[in-house]
């Protein structure tokens, strides 16, 4: 009763591409599901033999008759000892084959979920910058965590039942109409009517499913900003405002699911009275076809438990049709997420690269972010190798740009960056971004050891050189005095240690990677100025042999730099040292 839209049957075509390789799991779960539908057949037959054999004098039903030995047959007592071990082995029978269904379930449906949430995540960090910068993180963890499991709710716990139940109704239908055909036809009758309830819910549900994961994911951004920025909020006293923020959009999505919740209710109400119908209308014309002869009160027990077992099937399916649709939209999500095209990707046939020498140039770029105004606007230069180039300028001139298109975090809109005179969009993105040492204004360390964030740019690195890389940064001494020295942990994002210590760790970072390129992204601007000055010192060795890019607001920072540009509103107006600007060499003094 699902609907059946060319987008629902896209949808459905890449969910069973998506699971193959759990194909042997999910049919066997099906397989067992169909094993299923015999037990529920025979579930009434107990009942029969006890009513219309022992307490009444009809034969054993034929079907039965050759595996029942004729001692039973001759004693009532007999008989009826049968019937009830017959009932216990039909209940064991079906417990056996849930609890082999439930384990098969939860192995297929959990590594559905974890697949899937492998490939968002895989496509997420393919992604460029400018999509998440355009998306935001909140969205793209909730599609990762939330609607992930989508994919195990439609294969696992929506199609198996669906098709399982479908089988289950037609072998009901051919039982009943085998014992009463008028009965069949009763049963039968309210099947329109569910279909068309269902077709109902299906076109009115899937905008108002959308709209409560948009809603739901916008809750979630508001926790991570307030947590995210937790001091910040702290500081100017802003804790009641953001617990509004949040009260605000989970109010919205309260009153959203409560809404959902009822049309839920209200659909599941009117199946079940469909189909109490259905029975009170079977149970009439089966207790008039008792009274007139044409029917044994052992087959009307009999027909009254397959009306059971055949309503539910189609209850089932009525309720997996309303559960389906939420499913959908979770899937629709995460395969538009994967539907995202990265705009920044590998060449068809990249150039290989080694170590770069390190001579960089801007060739009339321009870059803007999205639709926006251009933040480069034609700029071009040329440093050589080794050159210390210092970025000045205004906070939003263009700085940080210029650094984050050297590693290709973005591509310009027009011009090109070229690395040892090569246009960086020739070079396979790994080999490019294995030219790079980058240090930014807030350090980024990761909830794990000094010794693992040291050593995040070259995992292979061992204790030693791990250790070297630390005295470089002069912070050796620190972390030999920590608790568990390099196996100390840091926290989450590094809280754990100071600015300082943080920063040093970002440096001893590079020196351990030993890369060409060195970005330094205001290294200093959240430290105090005698710090400054220990980690300029580390940063003026770091520096020795390597083309650096050093951004910069305090001019004094830029004082080890033996190259200066400044940049205003995307534009590049001066230049001074050995740095090649518009064709013209301008050398230091």
């Given at each position: 009763?699902?609907?059946?839209?060319?987008?629902?049957?896209?949808?459905?075509?890449?969910?069973?591409?998506?699971?193959?390789?759990?194909?042997?799991?999910?049919?066997?779960?099906?397989?067992?599901?169909?094993?299923?539908?015999?037990?529920?057949?025979?579930?009434?037959?107990?009942?029969?033999?006890?009513?219309?054999?022992?307490?009444?004098?009809?034969?054993?039903?034929?079907?039965?008759?050759?595996?029942?030995?004729?001692?039973?047959?001759?004693?009532?007592?007999?008989?009826?000892?049968?019937?009830?071990?017959?009932?216990?082995?039909?209940?064991?029978?079906?417990?056996?084959?849930?609890?082999?269904?439930?384990?098969?379930?939860?192995?297929?449906?959990?590594?559905?979920?974890?697949?899937?949430?492998?490939?968002?995540?895989?496509?997420?960090?393919?992604?460029?910058?400018?999509?998440?910068?355009?998306?935001?993180?909140?969205?793209?963890?909730?599609?990762?965590?939330?609607?992930?499991?989508?994919?195990?709710?439609?294969?696992?716990?929506?199609?198996?039942?669906?098709?399982?139940?479908?089988?289950?109704?037609?072998?009901?239908?051919?039982?009943?109409?085998?014992?009463?055909?008028?009965?069949?036809?009763?049963?039968?009758?309210?099947?329109?009517?569910?279909?068309?309830?269902?077709?109902?819910?299906?076109?009115?549900?899937?905008?108002?499913?959308?709209?409560?994961?948009?809603?739901?994911?916008?809750?979630?951004?508001?926790?991570?900003?307030?947590?995210?920025?937790?001091?910040?909020?702290?500081?100017?006293?802003?804790?009641?405002?953001?617990?509004?923020?949040?009260?605000?959009?989970?109010?919205?999505?309260?009153?959203?699911?409560?809404?959902?919740?009822?049309?839920?209710?209200?659909?599941?109400?009117?199946?079940?009275?469909?189909?109490?119908?259905?029975?009170?209308?079977?149970?009439?014309?089966?207790?008039?076809?008792?009274?007139?002869?044409?029917?044994?009160l052992g087959d009307l027990f009999v027909v009254l438990a397959y009306i059971a077992?055949?309503?539910?099937?189609?209850?089932?399916?009525?309720?997996?049709?309303?559960?389906?649709?939420?499913?959908?939209?979770?899937?629709?999500?995460?395969?538009?997420?994967?539907?995202?095209?990265?705009?920044?990707?590998?060449?068809?046939?990249?150039?290989?690269?080694?170590?770069?020498?390190?001579?960089?140039?801007?060739?009339?770029?321009?870059?803007?972010?999205?639709?926006?105004?251009?933040?480069?606007?034609?700029?071009?230069?040329?440093?050589?190798?080794?050159?210390?180039?210092?970025?000045?300028?205004?906070?939003?001139?263009?700085?940080?740009?210029?650094?984050?298109?050297?590693?290709?975090?973005?591509?310009?809109?027009?011009?090109?960056?070229?690395?040892?005179?090569?246009?960086?969009?020739?070079?396979?993105?790994?080999?490019?971004?294995?030219?790079?040492?980058?240090?930014?204004?807030?350090?980024?360390?990761?909830?794990?050891?000094?010794?693992?964030?040291?050593?995040?740019?070259?995992?292979?690195?061992?204790?030693?050189?791990?250790?070297?890389?630390?005295?470089?940064?002069?912070?050796?001494?620190?972390?030999?005095?920590?608790?568990?020295?390099?196996?100390?942990?840091?926290g989450e994002r590094g809280m754990r240690l100071s600015g300082g210590e943080r920063?040093?760790?970002?440096?001893?970072?590079?020196?351990?990677?030993?890369?060409?390129?060195?970005?330094?992204?205001?290294?200093?601007?959240?430290?105090?100025?005698?710090?400054?000055?220990?980690?300029?010192?580390?940063?003026?060795?770091?520096?020795?042999?390597?083309?650096?890019?050093?951004?910069?607001?305090?001019?004094?920072?830029?004082?080890?730099?033996?190259?200066?540009?400044?940049?205003?509103?995307?534009?590049?107006?001066?230049?001074?040292?050995?740095?090649?600007?518009?064709?013209?060499?301008?050398?230091?003094?």
């Open positions: 009763m699902a609907s059946t839209n060319p987008g629902d049957r896209s949808l459905f075509r890449r969910l069973t591409i998506q699971a193959r390789p759990y194909w042997g799991h999910i049919s066997a779960i099906l397989l067992l599901r169909m094993f299923g539908v015999p037990l529920a057949l025979l579930t009434p037959l107990p009942v029969k033999i006890a009513v219309d054999s022992v307490v009444g004098s009809d034969p054993i039903p034929g079907f039965i008759a050759p595996i029942v030995p004729s001692a039973l047959s001759e004693s009532n007592l007999r008989l009826l000892a049968f019937a009830a071990g017959l009932q216990v082995t039909i209940v064991l029978l079906g417990q056996l084959q849930e609890l082999g269904s439930y384990a098969l379930r939860a192995i297929a449906g959990q590594g559905l979920v974890k697949e899937f949430r492998l490939m968002l995540f895989a496509h997420l960090q393919r992604l460029s910058l400018l999509y998440h910068d355009t998306h935001g993180l909140a969205d793209s963890v909730y599609r990762i965590q939330q609607d992930a499991p989508a994919i195990r709710e439609i294969a696992i716990n929506s199609v198996i039942p669906t098709l399982a139940s479908a089988v289950t109704l037609v072998s009901m239908v051919f039982v009943i109409v085998r014992i009463d055909w008028q009965l069949a036809l009763v049963a039968l009758a309210v099947s329109p009517v569910l279909f068309a309830l269902a077709r109902y819910y299906n076109s009115r549900m899937r905008g108002r499913y959308r709209d409560a994961r948009r809603t739901e994911s916008d809750s979630i951004r508001v926790v991570q900003e307030a947590l995210g920025a937790f001091r910040v909020v702290k500081a100017f006293g802003r804790e009641i405002e953001e617990q509004r923020r949040f009260e605000e959009r989970a109010d919205i999505g309260v009153r959203m699911r409560v809404r959902l919740g009822v049309a839920e209710g209200a659909f599941g109400l009117l199946v079940n009275v469909t189909i109490a119908l259905g029975t009170a209308l079977v149970l009439y014309v089966g207790v008039r076809n008792v009274l007139d002869g044409v029917l044994s077992q055949f309503y539910a099937p189609l209850r089932t399916i009525s309720r997996q049709t309303a559960a389906l649709q939420s499913s959908l939209v979770s899937m629709e999500r995460g395969f538009d997420l994967l539907d995202e095209t990265p705009d920044v990707v590998d060449p068809a046939n990249p150039r290989q690269l080694g170590r770069a020498a390190g001579a960089v140039e801007f060739r009339n770029v321009s870059f803007a972010y999205g639709s926006g105004q251009d933040v480069l606007d034609d700029v071009s230069f040329r440093v050589e190798a080794g050159t210390r180039l210092g970025l000045s300028g205004r906070t939003g001139a263009g700085k940080t740009t210029v650094a984050s298109l050297l590693p290709r975090f973005y591509d310009p809109t027009a011009g090109s960056v070229l690395i040892d005179g090569v246009d960086i969009r020739e070079y396979s993105l790994a080999d490019l971004r294995a030219q790079f040492a980058i240090v930014l204004q807030e350090p980024v360390l990761f909830s794990t050891t000094v010794s693992e964030n040291i050593a995040y740019g070259w995992p292979l690195a061992t204790q030693p050189e791990i250790e070297a890389a630390a005295r470089a940064a002069n912070i050796h001494e620190f972390v030999s005095g920590l608790p568990d020295g390099y196996e100390t942990l840091v920063q040093r760790v970002a440096l001893a970072r590079a020196f351990l990677k030993d890369a060409p390129i060195l970005i330094l992204d205001e290294p200093t601007s959240s430290v105090d100025t005698r710090t400054e000055a220990g980690i300029m010192e580390t940063m003026e060795r770091l520096m020795v042999g390597r083309t650096t890019f050093m951004i910069a607001h305090r001019l004094s920072t830029l004082d080890y730099c033996n190259a200066r540009m400044e940049i205003e509103d995307g534009v590049v107006v001066s230049a001074s040292g050995s740095v090649e600007m518009l064709g013209l060499a301008v050398t230091s003094d």
